[in-house]
């Protein structure tokens, strides 16, 4: 009785368990420039921040930002931990592009595929370059439109408040 | 004992059912996102513009909402146009809910109701998408299933009507004669690195697919005999091998005549290939196109982009700067030849050329031509393209003289200090202007093309950008007497200059004034200048745009984001937000 009681609670708190720790990012999968899937809902990094930014090969402001992002990635990655993923809106004129631009820029971030705009919907993107920094559980805490010179300083400090949390 | 059980596990359902019931409501996430486009017009009789027709404010706008829970989630979006902006179709005028789904995925099988956004392949047979800045949707309100039966196999199956404006989803709309027909598709692929385990982590990549798409609907000509069931098949193929990848697709249709291809009975066929080299530092991709008569819509009296069931991607060089963006490529829908060839190269840091930073260049070339097309025997005689007939005969791999466009452009793209970076681009274009603007008898355009755009980190928060842009063409009948009829095809023609001054304060604000300025215009009177000036404020996902003055026809990159706009003068005003 006891046992089947035991269960029955520990049931109950999965359930309970499971609604607290609910992504906000959508299931969706991608895939990635190796041509693996790739389940947005299930990205991890152990805990540690995950960007998401939004871009295309034709948007200048996006390239901008990328050369800026990939210039700070190294010293950002060994100060917090931080992952980027890049996702990739071009369309079919230009998704073959995708790879050789991202590799000929020098690009070092694992960049993500969204040929018909199904991740950009679901996030609400209206006009790249977007994007949006999220939590170790998930939770979406700042999202940015738009490039200016020197906008990934401002990303920065909010990767380094969640990194400080953490600890 | 074992009533108790029994009691227990009903109390247990009970309770899981009333917390997944809560967690539906608690666990879910609303997002949404809003944005409204509005511009008051003014007679600017300086650039012809002598009479509003009535119209002083358009304004687009829509706001969508979406529910995620878990594996469910939902969506609305509403939709107002009031009246729309210039440059919009009119038939957008009005407002409602445009847009409803809900989805069921679970991994193993998804479901989605409503209005469905899907792609099969690269497109070239079935596509809905929709482009705010285009007033473009063409989605299709009805079902999908998308069974996932093993890792690496996706089966798909779509059925419904298409969107068409604000018509209602019938076959056959009150207001006008024209007929929608029924989109059904089945689409598989077969990913072989993720099925089959022991090729999981090979240097090998190979995936498969083919997709079968028809369109069904009623036959209302009196005069030509419409099939009233028209079949696109498509099958496709991606190779992988360590730095390399090659992907083609092949589509073919049967006879399917329309007011696009001019009712002639030929069937169509389209094949897109793409090769691609790239390691760390240096990417290559060489892509091949050829369309034939392709133009495939769920109403086969559609003109323009109506109603389409496929997409023929251009292959071409996207330009975002106003000068190249002016002379944009769209595709000719009864055939096409064309190649691209894009190398990005940097050189590394600490050598010579790379300085401190490294260089980034870029080269890009591509080139459309016209299939070639021989006649057709028709009774006792030959024609090329008649109504009714066969139409014509082409040879798969013959490339017409008729060149369409050609793009061939070089850039560097270099951080030279902390504080300073440039871009620089050269552009050789070649432009079609008669068949792909329609105006009769104007000369191609032949251009070079120069841009630069320098940015100064003044300190960590403003930044100054400035851009430098000249357009010259080699061929326009300069000094030449022109008919107050023919002037109108001289819009825009000639040699061309442009500025921009931006200064902006990170996070918030950014500052710009621009002109553009056709000063070689070929008939003196169009030698305008466009002045804007432009104030952005953005607030994390939220943007406030306010710019005043002219604009010509266009791609517009201010504030760090890009939209395309058509010509006007006066004041217009964006505001969206995400949440």
Same mark, same amino acid.
């Given at each position: ?167 | ?258 007011? &696009?291809?001019?009712?002639? $009975?030929?069937?169509?066929?389209? *094949?897109? =290939?793409?090769?691609? %080299? +790239?390691? !760390?530092?240096? #990417? ?27 997409? &023929?991607?251009?292959?071409? $060089?996207?330009?975002?700067?106003? *000068?190249? =963006?002016?002379?944009? %490529? +769209?595709? !000719?829908?009864? #055939? ?244």
């Amino acid at each position: 009785m006891k046992k089947v009681m035991t269960l029955l609670l520990m049931a109950l708190m999965v359930t309970g368990l499971h609604a607290q720790t609910k992504s906000d990012l959508p299931s969706i999968t991608l895939k990635n420039l190796k041509g693996k899937d790739v389940n947005i809902a299930k990205l991890n990094n152990g805990g540690k921040p995950i960007v998401i930014t939004f871009w295309a090969t034709w948007c200048g402001p996006c390239i901008k930002e990328h050369n800026a992002l990939n210039d700070v990635y190294e010293d950002w990655k060994a100060e917090t931990g931080v992952k980027i993923y890049s996702v990739s809106i071009d369309d079919s004129r230009s998704t073959a592009k995708v790879k050789p631009v991202v590799d000929g820029k020098g690009w070092g971030f694992e960049v993500l595929l969204d040929p018909n705009g199904d991740l950009k919907r679901a996030m609400n993107v209206s006009n790249p370059p977007h994007t949006f920094l999220i939590d170790g559980n998930g939770k979406i805490v700042y999202q940015h439109t738009g490039y200016f010179e020197g906008a990934e300083d401002d990303l920065y400090e909010e990767i380094l408040k969640l990194a400080k949390k953490k600890k | 004992m074992r009533k108790n059980i029994l009691v227990l596990l009903a109390l247990a359902l009970g309770f899981s059912f009333r917390a997944s019931a809560q967690s539906f409501v608690e666990g879910g996430q609303v997002s949404g996102s809003f944005q409204t486009d509005a511009q008051y017009y003014m007679l600017d009789k300086g650039i012809g513009i002598n009479d509003l027709n009535g119209k002083k404010l358009g304004l687009n706008g829509f706001g969508k909402v979406n529910y995620t829970n878990g594996d469910f989630s939902a969506g609305i979006r509403f939709e107002a146009f009031m009246p729309e902006l210039n440059g919009f179709r009119s038939e957008l005028n009005g407002v409602g809910l445009a847009n409803f789904f809900a989805t069921y995925d679970n991994g193993f099988i998804g479901m989605t109701v409503g209005d469905i956004y899907d792609q099969f392949g690269s497109g070239l047979v079935f596509r809905t998408y929709e482009e705010w800045s285009l007033g473009m949707d063409n989605a299709l309100r009805g079902a999908r299933v998308v069974l996932r039966p093993t890792q690496g196999v996706t089966l798909k199956g779509v059925y419904g009507r298409q969107r068409f404006f604000w018509a209602p989803y019938l076959e056959r709309d009150m207001g006008s004669d024209d007929y929608r027909g029924i989109v059904r598709g089945v689409d598989a692929e077969w990913d072989l690195n993720q099925s089959i385990s022991s090729l999981n982590d090979s240097e090998f990549k190979m995936s498969l697919g083919g997709s079968f798409v028809s369109k069904k609907q009623a036959d209302q000509s009196s005069f030509y005999n419409i099939p009233e069931n028209v079949g696109a098949a498509a099958a496709r193929i991606n190779l992988g091998y360590g730095n390399f990848a090659f992907s083609t697709e092949y589509a073919y249709k049967i006879n399917d005549p329309s007011a &696009i291809n001019n009712f002639i $009975y030929k069937e169509g066929r389209a *094949l897109m =290939s793409s090769l691609s %080299y +790239s390691q !760390q530092g240096f #990417g290559a991709v060489l892509q091949v196109k050829r369309t034939d008569n392709m133009s495939f819509k769920s109403m086969y009296t559609g003109k323009q982009n109506d109603l389409d069931i496929n997409f &023929i991607p251009p292959i071409n $060089y996207t330009h975002t700067h106003s *000068l190249p =963006s002016m002379y944009t %490529y +769209s595709t !000719q829908p009864n #055939g096409e030849m064309a190649a691209q060839l894009q190398v990005n190269y940097t050189i590394p840091k600490g050598t010579a050329l790379g300085g401190k930073y490294g260089t980034k260049l870029a080269f890009n070339m591509s080139q459309v031509n016209d299939i070639v097309r021989d006649s057709v025997r028709f009774g006792n005689e030959m024609g090329l393209n008649q109504a009714g007939t066969l139409g014509y005969t082409s040879k798969f791999f013959a490339v017409s003289d008729h060149r369409f466009f050609r793009d061939i452009n070089f850039e560097v793209d270099k951080k030279i200090s902390k504080d300073w970076h440039i871009t620089a681009q050269y552009i050789n274009l070649y432009y079609d202007i008669e068949t792909i603007e329609g105006h009769a008898g104007a000369p191609v355009v032949k251009a070079n093309i120069g841009f630069m755009d320098v940015t100064y980190k003044i300190n960590k928060r403003q930044s100054l950008r400035l851009e430098l842009q000249g357009l010259w063409e080699n061929e326009v009948h300069k000094g030449y007497e022109y008919e107050e009829s023919e002037k109108k095809d001289y819009q825009k023609r000639g040699d061309w200059a442009a500025a921009l001054v931006e200064y902006s304060v990170n996070p918030h604000w950014s500052f710009s004034i621009a002109d553009k300025w056709n000063y070689g215009n070929p008939v003196e009177e169009y030698r305008d200048h466009y002045f804007t000036g432009t104030v952005t404020y953005i607030h994390d996902a939220t943007r406030v745009m306010l710019s005043a003055g002219r604009q010509s026809e266009g791609v517009v990159c201010v504030g760090g984001v890009c939209r395309t706009v058509p010509a006007s003068s006066g004041v217009s005003l964006t505001v969206s937000t995400s949440f």
